[in-house]
């Protein structure tokens, strides 16, 4: 199976996290669910997006080629565009807090 490579950037200016909409696509896909009505949201810090349950870090290494940008944190369940400061974060269906 070939993998989708991952853009560094998104294509859309007003949509800075445009190239990893993809990325959440899959995680929904597989039965992750969306804190926010909203994939990604804007908050103080930047654009993020919020998931209910864990990132599955395996489904998206084997789906997606992902470049150095891009970073996959298994220790913060978290994939952090570090160009954009973008992030994708899960698991908040059980954090107690932020």
């Not at 949509?15 to 696509?25: A, C, D, N, S, T």
């Not at 298994?74 to 160009?83: E, K, Q, V, Y």
Request: with cysteine.
């Amino acid at each position: 199976m070939t993998k989708l490579s991952i853009l560094a950037k998104s294509n859309d200016l007003r949509k800075p996290f445009g190239h990893l909409e993809v990325i959440v696509q899959a995680l929904l896909s597989s039965g992750n669910k969306l804190v926010y009505n909203d994939a990604f949201h804007l908050d103080p810090d930047g654009w993020r997006c919020l998931l209910e349950n864990p990132i599955d870090f395996g489904l998206l290494e084997s789906k997606f080629e992902f470049p150095e940008n891009i970073q996959l944190s298994r220790d913060h369940d978290s994939i952090l565009d570090t160009n954009t400061w973008v992030e994708i974060r899960g698991g908040f269906k059980t954090r107690q807090a932020w």
